[in-house]
């Protein structure tokens, strides 16, 4: 059993903006394994399917992105789910556009809804996957910045790495998170 956890922000508004990075790797998932998001609870969205013949979970917590760890939690404990088993893919600003870093555990980083994991976990100790999104370079505030779109080349880059992400998640389902870490990391 695992538990695919993509970090955003709930609402149109909030749709293919950098900080929702991680919805849209869920959706891509929900798209590609064929599991549909049909299910509310938990403060917020997920589906249940299987995949190479292991139960899969797609979670979007719906709380916003700082009390994000408000849904992750009692999505586990209902399920039974370990921390062993839940990957969370987020939007991060210390990697570049389109580059992806996987990590088996470490610090929220100044990422509010990473913040909000750990307080509700209990621990650092859970794999991540991380999706760069770039910093400012303009004086745009980070909050400005995290709530804005992507330009049009960088959308390209972005929805190249969502699939990619896709992948990395997949290749989890059947090898140990140190090896695919080995494969994706560049």
């Known amino acids: 059993m695992k538990l695919f956890i993509g970090l955003g922000n709930p609402g149109k ?5 950098r900080h929702n990075v991680g919805f849209e790797v869920i959706d891509h998932l929900s798209s590609e394994w064929n599991i549909k998001l049909d299910q ?10 299987y995949v190479n013949g292991e139960k899969v979970f797609l979670l979007k917590p719906l709380t916003y992105m700082n009390l994000s760890g408000e849904s992750i939690r ?4 209902y399920f039974n789910i ?4 839940i990957v969370v893919i987020y939007d991060d ?3 570049p556009v389109g580059k992806l870093r996987l990590r088996e555990k470490g610090s929220a980083g100044g990422h509010n809804g990473i913040k909000s994991a750990i307080a509700h976990l209990g621990t650092q100790e859970f794999k991540r996957i991380r999706v760069g999104v770039g910093r400012p370079t303009n004086g745009m505030s980070i909050s400005d910045y995290v709530l804005s779109r992507f330009t049009k080349e960088e959308q390209e880059t972005i929805n190249l790495i969502v699939k990619k992400s896709g992948e990395a998640c997949l290749d989890w389902l059947r090898d140990p998170f140190l090896q695919v870490m080995n494969r994706y990391n560049q």
């Open 93 to 95: 600003l210390d990697l």
């Open 40 to 49: 509310s609870k938990f403060k917020g969205t997920y589906g249940v399917g």
């Open 13 to 17: 508004q909030f749709d293919q903006t």
């Open 74 to 77: 009692p999505l586990m404990d």
């Open 82 to 85: 370990s921390i062993e088993d």
